[in-house]
T-cell receptor
Framework: KQEVTQIPAALSVPEGENLVLNCSFTDSAIYNLQWFRQDPGKGLTSLLLIQSSQREQTSGRLNASLDKSSGRSTLYIAASQPGDSATYLCAVRNQAGTALIFGKGTTLSVSS | GAGVSQSPRYKVAKRGQDVALRCDPISGHVSLFWYQQALGQGPEFLTYFQNEAQLDKSGLPSDRFFAERPEGSVSTLKIQRTQQEDSAVYLC????????????FGQGTRLTVV
């Protein structure tokens, strides 16, 4: 059974720092991996999608990498801002494409 | 609409009551997912539709939970005889095609069973 783990569970940084969020998964037979952001009381906002054949994706200050063979992904946030404060969720799509399996998330707090 | 729409946004149900939660996916999206998210946890998979076909319902926690998508667009998640442990946010997501397409989520329905 696929399990997704996110470390750390919580992170507090001052504004301007670069930071890395980690995601690991136990079964490398995935279709893709997607990073989401969730603000309190809100739904999930898609940040980046990496297909299983890709190594990384970039969007603005965000860069996500994927090492499928080792079952790891990282989300790099450059020059963090208070508006980046949220919970970040990693999810892998099973090979059949029928489910996204989520980690429990990393709650990020960026102080000004 | 432009995004995935869920209704109602909030629902309070008395224990034992039946509830129905609605999801309007992005127009033309083939795949539709339902998730349950408890407070402080990641979303847990409930069920998956490809058009009107329910291809995976392995995450439904009991036979009190039932989902349908009769015409391949709008979906309804029904919970019969609600219990306190059903209190959670129920999220719906859709993606354009089966497999590797990006998934987009709605705002969720917060269900509180009292």
């Amino acid at each position: 059974k696929q399990e997704v783990t996110q470390i750390p569970a919580a992170l507090s940084v001052p504004e301007g720092e670069n930071l890395v969020l980690n995601c690991s998964f136990t079964d490398s037979a995935i279709y893709n991996l997607q990073w989401f952001r969730q603000d309190p009381g809100k739904g999930l906002t898609s940040l980046l999608l990496i297909q299983s054949s890709q190594r990384e994706q970039t969007s603005g200050r965000l860069n996500a990498s994927l090492d499928k063979s080792s079952g790891r992904s990282t989300l790099y946030i450059a020059a963090s801002q208070p508006g980046d404060s949220a919970t970040y969720l990693c999810a892998v799509r099973n090979q059949a494409g029928t489910a996204l399996i989520f980690g429990k998330g990393t709650t990020l707090s960026v102080s000004s | 609409g432009a995004g995935v729409s869920q209704s109602p946004r909030y629902k309070v149900a008395k224990r034992g009551q039946d509830v129905a939660l609605r999801c309007d996916p992005i127009s033309g999206h083939v795949s539709l997912f339902w998730y349950q998210q408890a407070l402080g946890q990641g979303p847990e998979f409930l069920t998956y539709f490809q058009n009107e076909a329910q291809l995976d319902k392995s995450g439904l926690p009991s036979d009190r939970f039932f989902a349908e998508r009769p015409e391949g667009s709008v979906s309804t998640l029904k919970i019969q005889r609600t219990q306190q442990e059903d209190s959670a946010v129920y999220l719906c997501a859709s993606s354009l095609y089966t497999g590797g397409a990006e998934a987009f989520f709605g705002q969720g329905t917060r269900l509180t069973v009292v």
